[in-house]
């Protein structure tokens, strides 16, 4: 138990391992994936007291208060919901055990460290982070412009001098030309599934 309490003290109970495929259904996070709607794990970083499990639609946080407790809480944190950014990764200098990786996601900043002996593998995290990061901007860079068109659209119509009927009825083809645009690319530009990012960077 002492040995337990000093690690925490001293960080290194907190410095974590990337988990082998082969070993994900051992971690208490493959519990929380939804395998049920097709949601994979990708990557999984573990310490003694937290999991950080990557997967295809959100990151799942097993929190741990420290590694003498087994009380745990459960975060999840859905791609599409909370914007990646300020992502980071600090490499360890001669004398240090560990490597950080760092980001934001929505509200929260998670800073990760993990045994040097995983670098090439965070490499890889990393890439992955960034690409998903640049996909959610610049699917709402499009979104954006789409609801400016139609906004200036609309002001275009209001200063018009056409009857009230034909503004009537150009405003509603506009309406439902928006509407059917956003229908139609909802799936391209509100990304769900960001499995095909991980398969591109991920090489464990």
């Known amino acids: 138990m002492f040995g337990k309490v000093a690690s925490d003290v001293l960080g290194i109970s907190d410095v974590g391992k990337v988990i082998k495929p082969v070993d994900y259904d051992k971690v208490d996070s493959d519990d929380y994936v939804m395998h049920e709607d097709d949601e994979k ?3 999984l970083i573990k310490s003694r007291s937290d999991e950080y499990c990557f ?3 959100a990151l799942i946080h097993v929190d ?3 590694a003498a407790s087994k009380k745990r809480t459960l ?8 914007t990646i950014s300020d992502v980071t990764l600090e490499t360890a200098g001669t ?3 560990d490597v950080e990786i760092q980001f934001k996601m929505g509200q929260n900043f998670h800073n990760i460290d993990v045994h040097k002996d995983h670098l090439d593998e965070l490499k890889d995290l990393y890439k992955a982070l960034i690409m998903i990061s640049e996909t959610i901007k610049n699917n709402e860079t499009y979104i954006n412009y789409s609801r400016q068109s139609l906004d200036f659209a609309s002001s275009t119509l209001s200063n018009s001098r056409s009857n009230e009927t034909k503004l009537s009825d150009e405003f509603k083809e506009i309406n439902e030309a928006a509407f059917d645009w956003l229908i139609e690319n909802k799936d391209k530009y509100s990304v769900k599934d960001f499995g095909y990012v991980f398969e591109r960077y991920i090489n464990n």
């Open 95 to 97: 004398l240090d055990r």
């Open 55 to 57: 997967t295809n639609k």
């Open 75 to 82: 975060r999840r944190f859905d791609y599409r919901y909370n």
């Open 41 to 43: 794990i990708f990557f």
């Open 64 to 66: 741990g208060t420290s």
